[in-house]
């Protein structure tokens, strides 16, 4: 481990990055070159240790962070899942997208090499762990798993919010991969701001992957782009998560869907990068009321750290200032015995027809237990307030089970924009509590990360850190296994065999 062996992980001196750095850099080719099935057992050792000392774990979290024992279990048992559905993943080998054109003397319109393309290890990663996800999102969590499933050395920036729970769990990671017979190099947890930056900077990190604030994301995203030699950075930032529910929906259900929403925004004090933050319906109902009504039900809830909090309370007062905005209930602030605060849920309401001139104040993320009712009373203020909402993780749609004329226009008009703006779509449900699944897509156009065309949960996690080579012409001697002719490892591949792509077919289709 690079952090000095106490109970909290200390800053990392410039030597120990230096070597952590080196041994990264050193490990990344064999680590790289080890089989699929090699990594699944490492990734499986993983997960099996942190299954074993999940009680030290949580009791660990739960005194850093606050959060509660039920949901910490339940987070520490989505991360060994995530371990295993990579180990999954690798064993059936598809992730590596082999393909193989055979040689076609005759393929149209010119001659065809023979060409074998496969993904590969881009080198060491650079994972900067997030603070509301001590165990999901931090040392072991989605990005270090992805990234060692792909064959790449991880070197992870601990968070400051729960530096105990990092090092117990570092400790953990390194124990379990060492047993399997995995390098140490290909593990290394450092501390510190200043570390992380001259980290992102070596030409030795090869991509790196964060979650967390926009400006901190930003920050790190630019360093990460204006190298002399870029590399990608994916970016989980800022989302509002906008949810939508039609006239008929609210009729139906009406109960049903103000409790969903309370429950949502309010889970985990507000501090889910899935968290609703927005809910757009027509006016002339009585939601907002009913919301207004459940929410003072809601305990405060110790946020993650007094940084946090500070922020929180700060957003709070900007909202309840903007021009339009009405406060229908506030959440109080009361103090914790450990000196960070616990905030109650705080939900404002607008008309649509006075949000464009403050969407620069109310489009923007709220982390805390805080939402906003948005109520329009046309189609055309339906279609400005889409038009003006900024790139999301999710987009939330709550519709009747008998959907008349006006509910499928509005409802098509969200869907139209909506793809443009989001990763994921959730009918009839709420967007807080992400499935761990080969089809989920945790990702969105910026803010919500800097990477569209990529997730940071499910196995297509694991494509942000490959990258495609081809072989041209290469005897079979000197191919990789993945690549060799026999297939000695039994891995899924695309074949094209002379004679398949003629002209008058499809010619030169690649």
Not at 304 to 322: G, M, P, V
Not at 453 to 462: E, K, L, R, Y
Not at 492 to 505: H, I, L, Q, S, Y
């Amino acid at each position: 481990m690079t952090t000095t062996e106490t109970t909290q992980a200390t800053e990392t001196s410039g030597d120990e990055l230096d070597r952590t750095l080196q041994s990264a850099a050193f490990a990344a080719a064999a680590w790289g070159a080890s089989t699929p099935r090699e990594r699944a057992r490492a990734l499986t050792a993983v997960a099996d240790a942190l299954d074993a000392e999940k009680d030290g774990l949580v009791s660990a979290a739960e005194r850093e962070t606050g959060l509660p024992e039920g949901r910490l279990f339940g987070e520490l048992a989505r991360t060994s899942v995530q371990l295993r559905m990579f180990a999954d993943l690798l064993d059936e080998g598809a992730h590596q997208r082999i393909a193989i054109d055979h040689a076609d003397p005759d393929f149209a319109p010119v001659a065809r090499p023979d060409l074998r393309r496969m993904l590969v290890p881009v080198g060491p990663v650079l994972v900067f762990a997030a603070s509301n996800f001590p165990f999901a999102f931090s040392v072991a969590g989605g990005d270090t798993a992805s990234a060692l499933a792909a064959g790449c050395p991880v070197v992870l920036k601990a968070h400051p919010g729960h530096p105990e729970t990092s090092l117990l769990t570092a400790r953990i990671v390194r124990s379990a991969l060492e047993g399997a017979g995995v390098d140490n190099g290909v593990f290394a947890m450092i501390a510190g701001v200043d570390a992380g930056v001259r980290a992102l900077k070596d030409p030795k990190i090869t991509a790196a992957a964060f979650t967390g604030s926009v400006s901190a994301g930003r920050y790190l995203f630019d360093i990460a782009t204006s190298r002399p030699d870029p590399i990608p950075f994916y970016g989980e930032l800022g989302s509002i998560n906008p949810a939508f529910a039609t006239r008929e929906a609210l009729q139906e259900r009406p109960e049903e869907i103000a409790k969903g929403f309370v429950d949502s925004f309010t889970l985990g004090a507000g501090q889910f990068c899935t968290k609703p933050g927005l809910l757009l319906i027509p006016e002339g109902t009585d939601t907002a009321q009913r919301i207004a009504a459940l929410v003072p039900q809601v305990q405060p809830q110790r946020l993650l750290t007094t940084k946090i909090a500070d922020s929180y309370r700060l957003r709070l007062e900007d909202l309840a200032a903007t021009p339009g905005v009405e406060v229908l209930t506030e959440g109080r602030f009361d103090a914790a015995a450990d000196g960070v605060p616990a905030a109650g849920a705080t939900l404002l309401r607008v008309h649509a027809r006075d949000l464009p001139a403050q969407a620069s104040t109310l489009l923007e993320e709220s982390f805390g237990p805080t939402a906003t009712v948005v109520e329009y009373s046309s189609q055309e203020e339906l279609r400005q307030v889409l038009a003006l909402l900024p790139g999301s993780l999710t987009v939330t749609v709550h519709t009747s089970a008998q959907p008349g004329e006006s509910e499928n226009g509005d409802v098509r008009l969200l869907l139209a924009s909506a793809r443009t703006k989001v990763g994921r779509i959730v009918f009839n449900g709420w967007p807080t509590g992400v499935s761990v699944t080969a089809a989920q897509q945790h990702g969105g156009p910026y803010p919500a990360t800097t990477s569209v065309a990529h997730t940071s949960v499910g196995g297509a996690a694991i494509e942000r850190f490959l990258r495609p080579l081809a072989y041209q012409g290469a005897p079979d001697h000197l191919l990789p296994p993945e690549l060799q002719e026999e297939n000695p490892l039994g891995l899924p591949r695309t074949v094209n065999p002379a004679g398949r792509f003629k002209e008058g077919g499809n010619a030169g289709r690649a």
